[in-house]
């Protein structure tokens, strides 16, 4: 039986200016160039402040704030709504004589009440604004239930002729549970706009926006908001035939501490999750510490994820729910990150059936995208949309692909089945200025397994403070190919000519076991990936017991 081991906390590569900040706070280290070893010491400091981000930088990591106020599982009533046999004349509603709207409710309701919203079998048609604080201690929960015949959940319509969220979320301490949203009867895009602090949304669905593109299905501002195991789906703006943002959930300019966990989102005419910054409204400044955990993004006719001028963002999976997983995009594909983006980090999650994978960087002065990381993530069985079939200076069927951007760190990947190419380094050269270079870029333990164009394509003018080792390569159909300025090569001259892959990379089969889609691509014993990578974190050994370094490529296995 095999089982995962733990993946440590990365590091960016070490920068001069890094460097001389351990100095002052007394840890050993030196300035190398761009070829130097991981350094062990700044991988142990940085650890202890976050198993999560950390750059090169030294930019603080993202927070992520606790909401032990959020009970786990849902408290009994202490009020009732129900839109066929209540009344709102009512002083004290109960179970069999409850209110009628829901915002007599949530007007009247005292601070830590639970409300429960009763399944009647007929549509609410309310628009509600949460303008009570309530507290930690005395937290307003407003929870849509199934009432006798009537199992599912409620469905929440507009009011006829008025266009706006049917629910408003601008003070604190709100929790709103399981509600259906439909958009049909309104031009106005979004079931919910979160603002205020300190909020939960919770097990809601919001479908059928249709109106003209602007507002988001779920849109999320303020501080210290949750949105959870939530869906977004069918939001297709009027008129649309391909990219007209309206996204399925929206970080807006200026959120801070931001929670999105174990969301789906799918056939929205823009993204299924955007972060927003300063781009888009300098008043309000970046979004900042943004968490995307172990969310299911697909089918949407623009990215996955959309990161624009948002500083530190998480995307990411985590174990006990089998990870991220972005799937089905194509022509707009998994991810970009690019406007002022930095420090984020992009980690367990799986990649597939994609046009394209991961976009970092533009180019001109909008854009100065640094600090980012990718590990332990899998791309695989990539597709080359046919109406947008790619070419080299252009291609499609890609891992990851980056213009101009500063700082990043791709270590523990695993690429298979790409009929484009793996990484892409100074995409920008296009352009034909060294402003939008992708500098900075260190690429160790990796897996690339049939990538049929390029394992790597290094722009070199384009591509200063680059680096590679510690990789695995292989194609079942030849060997493996490189591409420097747009010349292809194999291996050995690819070493020869960059001087890269000269440590720990080799050219042979990575012997995934048995159909690895459907098994998670671990290795068998016999792998040359297996204890061959790298060891450069900082962290305990990943399997107990043992002082093997860890596996190359995604997944670790302890046999």
């Known amino acids: 039986m095999m089982r995962v081991k733990s993946s440590g906390a990365g590091l960016l590569r070490t920068s001069c200016t890094f460097i001389l900040t351990l100095l002052s706070m007394g840890v ?10 991981p350094q062990d010491a700044e991988g142990r400091l940085l650890s202890q402040q976050s198993a999560a981000l950390v750059t090169s930088a030294g930019a603080d990591p993202a927070v992520k704030p606790g909401f032990s106020w959020v009970p786990a599982v849902t408290p009994p009533a202490t009020h009732w709504v129900n839109n066929v046999t209540g009344d709102d004349s009512r002083v004290t509603p109960t179970e069999s004589l409850p209110w009628r709207t829901i915002n007599k409710a949530v007007g009247a309701a005292p601070a830590g009440s639970v409300i429960y919203v009763q399944n009647s079998g007929v549509p609410y048609r309310e628009h509600v604004q949460l303008s009570r604080a309530g507290s930690a201690t005395a937290r307003f929960m407003l929870v849509g239930v199934p009432y006798g015949t009537h199992t599912d959940l409620p469905e929440w319509r507009d009011e006829i002729g008025v266009n706006q969220p049917q629910v408003k979320f601008t003070s604190s301490y709100w929790i709103v549970k399981g509600f ?23 097990e809601v669905h919001c479908h059928g926006a249709h109106g003209v593109p602007a507002e988001h299905a779920i849109s999320i501002a303020g501080s210290n908001q949750l949105v959870r195991k939530s869906k977004s789906y069918d939001n297709l703006a009027t008129g649309c035939t391909s990219n007209c943002d309206l996204h399925g959930f929206r970080v807006g300019p200026g ?15 823009g993204d299924g ?24 993004l697909h089918d949407n006719k623009e990215q996955a994820v959309d990161i624009k001028s948002c500083n530190r963002v998480t995307v990411a999976g985590t174990d006990g729910v089998d990870g991220s997983k972005f799937y089905a995009q194509a022509p707009g594909g998994a991810m970009v990150i690019h406007f002022k983006a930095r420090n984020i980090l992009i980690e367990k999650t799986r990649f597939w059936n994609n046009s394209h994978g991961v976009n970092i960087g533009s180019y001109g002065t909008d854009h100065d995208t640094q600090n980012i990381v990718l590990r332990r993530n899998l791309f695989f069985d990539f597709t080359i949309d046919p109406a947008q079939p790619g070419t080299q200076s252009a291609p ?5 692909l980056m213009s101009k951007v500063t700082n990043v760190d791709i270590y523990h990947n695993t690429f298979d089945n790409m009929p484009g190419g793996g990484i892409y380094v100074g995409f920008a050269a296009w352009t034909g200025s060294l402003v939008n270079a992708s500098s900075n870029v260190h690429i160790w333990n990796n897996i690339f397994n049939d990538v ?7 722009r070199s003018a384009y591509g200063p403070g680059f680096s590679s080792k510690y990789n695995l390569y292989h194609r079942d159909a030849g060997a493996a190919v490189f591409d420097i ?15 890269q892959d000269t440590v720990g990379s080799s050219e042979q089969s990575p012997q995934f076991v048995t159909n690895p889609q ?16 790298l060891d450069d974190t900082g962290q305990p050994r990943p399997c107990a017991g043992t002082q093997a370094p860890p596996d190359i490529g995604f997944k670790e296995t302890c046999t």
């Open 28 to 37: 050993a280290a030196a300035c190398a160039g761009p070829e130097a070893e």
């Open 180 to 202: 259906l949203f439909n958009k049909v009867d309104s031009t106005h895009n979004s079931c919910v706009r979160m603002s205020g602090s300190d909020n939960a949304l919770i």
């Open 255 to 269: 959120s801070k501490r931001i929670v999105l966990q174990q969301n789906e989102a799918w056939n929205n005419s």
């Open 273 to 296: 999750v955007q972060c927003m910054g300063s781009e888009s409204d300098a008043t309000l400044g970046d979004a900042e510490d943004v968490w995307i955990e172990d969310h299911r």
């Open 396 to 400: 499609k069927g890609y891992g990851i």
């Open 452 to 458: 049929s164009l390029w394992a790597i394509k290094w």
């Open 485 to 499: 300025n747009h010349a292809s090569k194999s291996f050995a001259a690819w070493k020869a000519e960059s001087g």
């Open 518 to 533: 459907a098994n998670d691509y671990y290795t068998l014993s016999t792998s040359p990936a297996r204890n061959a990578a």
